[in-house]
């Protein structure tokens, strides 16, 4: 009902529905650890971001949880290199919090364009997964608008929201 309700009223509004959402405090917060993560420009870091996925809702991002953190390794060569095998520590964390993955985010040195390895290895190869990518460190913008939006499909395709006019992430 809650969901006919808001999808009426941003017909009305003429408003189509994001299809994930942040709060801006979550948000701000998790991209200034990003940025302290690449140690002052070093190196890339990045993160997964878990949250709830209602069905015919936009998903809602509620934590960030840091690469480095599941996978001391991951930040080591540079450019991030997520270990597999430390996935159980990711799936333990939704469990006890009865969050999915709904997303992940990573730090560019440059542009926020997806680099044929992040095209290739998705973090989370399942269709309808979303990835973050912000561009210089995460030093300058942080914000839909300057930043990559992608919606993975399978079988290696992507689609790209990043210049959308239509809302993909929306921070509230
Ligand atoms: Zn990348």
Redesign the pocket.
């Known amino acids: 009902m809650r969901s006919l309700l808001s999808k009426l009223f941003g017909w009305l509004l003429g408003q189509p529905e994001p299809r994930i959402v942040c709060d801006m405090s979550i948000w701000m917060a998790g991209v200034e650890e990003l940025s302290k993560r690449t140690l002052g420009r070093r190196r890339?870091s990045g993160a997964f971001l878990i949250g709830e996925a209602p069905e015919g809702r936009p998903k809602v991002i509620r934590a960030f949880v840091y690469y480095d953190d599941l996978d001391e390794h991951a930040l080591d060569t540079g450019?991030?290199r997520f270990n597999g095998n430390k996935m159980s520590k990711l799936w333990d964390i939704c469990e006890a919090r009865g969050y999915r993955v709904v997303a992940d985010i990573?730090v560019?040195p440059g542009s926020y364009g997806?680099?044929p390895?992040?095209k290739a290895d998705p973090v989370m190869p399942r269709a309808g997964h979303f990835a973050f990518?912000l561009p210089n460190f995460a030093a300058g913008t942080v914000k839909p608008g300057g930043i990559g939006q992608y919606e993975y499909r399978g079988n290696g395709l992507w689609v790209d929201h990043s210049t959308s006019t239509a809302p993909f992430l929306t921070l509230r």
Do not use: A, P
């Open positions: 890339e450019i991030v990573h560019h997806q680099s390895s992040d990518i």
